[in-house]
């Protein structure tokens, strides 16, 4: 069973931290890059961090320095660290093998966590 389950969204200020948690399927997680995406509505899914299986990391500019990607291989859970926070990074969030696990010619997401950040 194919499963990508996001937590740890929530509403905070700028300025301040937040973590999230996805736990996904061993067909997904076992053995593959995995990353977490953010989508503006209207605009398409972007990626804001991946972590290899062994642990090298990529961040996409905008997140770099302020957000740190993890994963324990033991749990199928990946973890993003989201520091600094600004009202730019409020968004629904997502999580996913990088690139995206597809399934009869489509992308498979879960529900996503919605990040809110006020000034």
């Known amino acids: 069973q194919v499963q990508l389950v996001e937590s740890g969204g929530g509403s905070v200020q700028a300025g301040g931290s937040l973590r999230l948690s996805c736990v996904a399927s061993?067909?997904?997680?076992?053995?593959?890059?995995m990353g977490w995406y953010r989508q503006v509505p209207g605009k398409q899914r972007e990626l804001v961090a991946r972590?290899?299986?062994?642990?090298?990391?990529n961040y996409a500019d905008s997140v770099k320095g302020r957000f740190t990607i993890s994963r324990d291989n033991a749990e199928n859970t990946v973890y993003l660290q989201m520091n600094s926070l600004k009202p730019e990074d409020t968004v629904v969030y997502y999580c996913?093998?990088?690139?995206?696990?597809?399934?009869?010619?489509?992308?498979?997401w879960g529900q996503g966590t919605l990040v809110t950040v006020s000034s």
């Open positions: 996913n093998k990088y690139p995206p696990f597809v399934s009869a010619g489509r992308q498979v």
């Open positions: 061993g067909s997904i997680f076992s053995n593959n890059a």
């Open positions: 972590i290899t299986s062994r642990g090298t990391t």
